[in-house]
């Protein structure tokens, strides 16, 4: 029982590797192929989210797919909250190829649970006021964040990761891009002070989802230095 769901969710399973993921997974990833673990972890996705959670990643990606976000941008997001095993640029292969086929293999294995499925549709459009709170949320930590996956040596130094997130806010989802901010804070263990905490957690709560925001997923801290 996990409360994460779409794309986050998938993002969490990439970043814990021997704790996420299943034997049949590991075995895929060392012995065969990087995407090949990832759309087997997409297809579980249907069996392990509890519902309505897992009918989300689809939407999730489709909004990806369909938007104008250049690729780069796409594999920044991703990067920035999965582990480094779980980079396209490894296999030289485009982030929206794998977009692609994330959503056909969650698709497939939602249809053979139920072969009446029918695909919800991408998130619509916010209330603008969502969509500055979250503006407003990446800003309080940005230029730690940069620092955190920029100024580093292992993992590989990601740049640009709050400018991507920045644009997956504007133009795709607030929503989903709240939650890829929420999952590169916990991959970088980003420090959080009170003050933010509770700032993030206020938006959370407006989204309904204040768990994924809780003092047991970030990394809270009585202060930052």
């Known amino acids: 029982m996990t409360a994460e769901f779409g794309l986050s969710w998938l993002s969490m399973q990439c970043d814990g590797m021997e704790q996420t993921l299943t034997v049949a997974e590991l075995d895929c990833l060392v012995e065969s192929s990087t995407k090949g673990a990832l759309l087997m972890i997409a297809a579980r996705s249907v069996t392990d989210v509890p519902a309505p959670g897992h009918t ?3 939407p ?5 797919l369909e938007s104008p976000l250049d690729d780069p941008v796409l594999r920044t997001v991703w ?8 980079d396209p640029d490894w296999d030289k292969e485009c982030m929206r190829d794998w977009l692609a086929g994330i959503e056909a293999a969650w698709l497939e294995a939602e249809r053979l649970a139920d072969p009446h499925f029918v695909p919800p549709l991408p998130a619509q459009a916010p209330d603008p ?3 500055a709170a ?3 949320a990446i800003g309080r930590v940005a230029p730690r964040l940069t620092a955190a996956t920029e100024d580093r040596v292992w993992p590989p130094k990601l ?18 891009g709240f939650r890829l901010f929420l999952r590169a804070l916990k991959a970088s263990a980003l420090p959080i002070d009170p003050h933010d905490h509770q700032a993030f957690l206020a938006v959370g709560e407006r989204f309904g989802y204040p ?4 003092e047991g997923y970030l990394h809270v801290v009585p202060a930052v230095p």
């Open 79 to 86: 990067v920035g909250g999965a582990e480094t095993a779980f």
């Open 211 to 214: 768990d994924l925001v809780d």
């Open 134 to 136: 979250v503006l407003e």
């Open 159 to 176: 740049t640009g990761l709050v400018p991507a997130l920045t644009e997956v806010v504007e133009k795709v989802d607030a929503d989903l």
């Open 129 to 131: 006021g969502l969509r």
């Open 56 to 58: 989300l990643l689809g």
């Open 60 to 64: 999730d990606v489709r909004g990806l």
